[in-house]
């Protein structure tokens, strides 16, 4: 699915609880469309514009429960299944948390989300949809989607709230993401951002995943905070019919009698004219596809590490903790034969015996700004990953847009793959996204965190990281003007 990426705005500037949410592109131009309240509209019509579902969310500002006060106590949120210490907290809790007056939501309630004192925490909510499935299946429905993201001072502890298509089955239809913010777009100071994104609801779901992953990449608290996540559809209102006005009835007029005619004089038959015979025009070609843009996807550029205490730092990642290249068959790893890529090569990334190791790496689209800013290019992105046997142990594979000057403009994120996804069996599954690059990309940061949930040895494995540039509409040659 196609992302589209656009900013909102509420009423009232900024998009929170309870607000009536807009394009921006409205803001800018109220006369292209408006949204009409019930109590703006004339009696007996059915006002233009759009329908929109309540916050499809439960407990999305983190007010269900009554929020922690300081930095050991978790509370787990209502109606969120969650893992590591993902934890509903107080404004203003003790040890140096956001307080009601940071910059953050405008109605905020008492309490935000936060990642506790784990490396990785996490919440899941499935939504049902199936009562939208009409309008859903029409294409008439989008989905507004928002949070609030943010962290603490210069800390890159960070949160990623990720939002999921399926059908009843459970088949995968599109996704969106909000986030990470980065301590750079927070000026290094304490403060939630507000992040959007609306797009057509893909045909065929039913129902809506809605994912929260708290990281933490500086000190002992992870300090990764999400508030107000919202999830709204939006589907056109009903057209009024208009009243049948009565039509007159006509007075009958006087038939006048006609005057007799001359003969008609002959006509001559006009000679035929050659038709010219059209030359046909070029039909404009598409350039083919990049090929795979990540260098070492596939951790084949090394020898890999044939036991769990070797470390080898693959070629062309910025690596930390201890993300390796690994050996398929090493004693008690994934084999050539374990469920995974079927043109494996010798190896594949994993977590080391870090708790956290990850792996970035840094891609020129210079190449394509043309197709790019026209909105001409699709992005293809996928990777397999998987885990150990019924170990929680995982991995996440995302890729960041960014502007020349290295401001984010969207990101996709591929995992976890969870245990139960994978039958609780050792299995690296195919994850792949694909949608419209942002307009402005000059740079796709791709990073890979693998995460240790028990067990001594990071069993968060990845393999094939792909990421390619699809032109999906030509350039037409220019038609030569005829000779005159």
Known sequence: ??????????????????????????????????????????????????????????????????????????????????????????????GGFPTSTTPGPPDRGKNFFAGGNAAVSTATQTISLSAYSTDIDAGLDQFAFSAWIGGYEAQGDNAVVSLTFKTAAGTTLGSATLGPVTPAERNDVTEFLDVHKVAAVPKGTRQAIVSVTDTREDGSYNDAYVDDISLVLKAPAATPTPKPSATPTPKPTATPTPKPTAKPSATPTPKPTATPTPKPTATPTLPPPSGNLVRNGDAESNVGADNSTTIVKPSFWTTTGQFTALQYGTAGFPSSTTPGPANRGKNFFAGGNAAVSTATQTISLADFSAGIDADRDDYSFSAYIGGYESQADNATVSVTFKSATAVTLGTVVLGPVTPAQRDSETALLHRDETGLIPKGSRTAVVSIVATRESGSYNDGYVDDVYLEVKPIVATPSPTPSPKP
């Open 1 to 94: 699915m196609s992302i589209v990426i656009s900013m909102l705005v509420a009423s009232s500037g900024c998009a929170g609880r309870g607000s009536a949410i807009v394009p921006s592109t409205l803001a800018q131009n109220p006369g292209a469309a408006m949204r009409v309240t019930p109590s703006d509209s004339v009696a007996g019509e059915v006002p233009a514009g759009t329908i929109d579902t309540p916050n499809l969310i439960l407990n999305g500002d983190a007010e269900s429960n009554v929020g922690s006060n300081n930095s050991s106590t978790i509370v787990t949120p209502s109606h969120w299944k969650t893992t590591g210490q993902f934890t509903a907290i107080q404004y203003g809790a003790s």
